[in-house]
């Protein structure tokens, strides 16, 4: 019996070993000792655990410090994050709030301090991942209501049914119309009045979800903002940070464009333009 002993962890609890077992094998495939390198994380402490690799068995050592905990738990959670990035938390607190499910998976008692101390070392990671992104933000807001978003599952048919929408729309009066096609289905977003004729036309497909009293707000950038990375996500996280759910994401080179709730219109606004202001 052979004894693989790894410091890293998988991202399950309740995951197989066996992919692991694999995975080390790709690193060093003649040796009885070596790494999981490619885990990431682990929720339970696995000891002494048997796998079955090519009719071969295993035992895997597997150890779960505080800081892989600390880390999976502030990964799943991204305010707690941002409150890291904004220098607005208390490590003191949170360690208090971990302390009972760090102390249940580790299955012993674990000092305050310690997961205190892993809080700080894992904030000065995140904090230099998240450096303030150099972007001019300065952009005119633009606000359309009365918007709806129909998703319809995809169909040969409905590729040619699509073109017909063109004609329909109103663009030289600013109308929109974005047609963002997956795999499996394609989304529609438009302005409420032209529903009706919209669904007309797609009378025959199936159509899997109708929303209404949306609004669109709009950015306008650079064409810096097609290059630098990171402008999305800082856009997103302060939208976030309102508690706003956002329906749809629509970008070209220069624009953004979020389709959020008519209720949500005001925050959504206020939090693009915070950001716009901070420059």
Known sequence: MSSIISSSIPQDSHSILSPF???AFIFEPHTTHCNILSVTYLTKNYINTYCDYNH??????VIVTISNIVQKLVD???YIQESMNKNILSFSSLASQFKPEIEEIL???VKK???EMALRRYSDQIKQK????SFDYSSDIIMKTKICDIAVLRSPSLLTKLKKLYDIVDFEKSDILNIIQGSS???IVTNERYKDKLL???KDEKILMTEENLVSLTMTFSKDFYYTPGVIFNIIRNVAWENINIYEIVSTNTELTFIINKKDAMKGYKALEKLIQSQ
Not at 130 to 133: A, D, Q, W
């Open 107 to 109: 299955g012993k008692t």
């Open 185 to 187: 289905e394609v989304i």
């Open 130 to 133: 998240h450096k303030t992104i």
């Open 200 to 202: 007309e036309i797609l």
């Open 113 to 115: 301090h310690a997961i």
């Open 21 to 23: 077992i694999a995975s």
């Open 76 to 78: 799943d959670n991204i």
């Open 56 to 61: 071969k068995y295993y035992q895997v050592i």
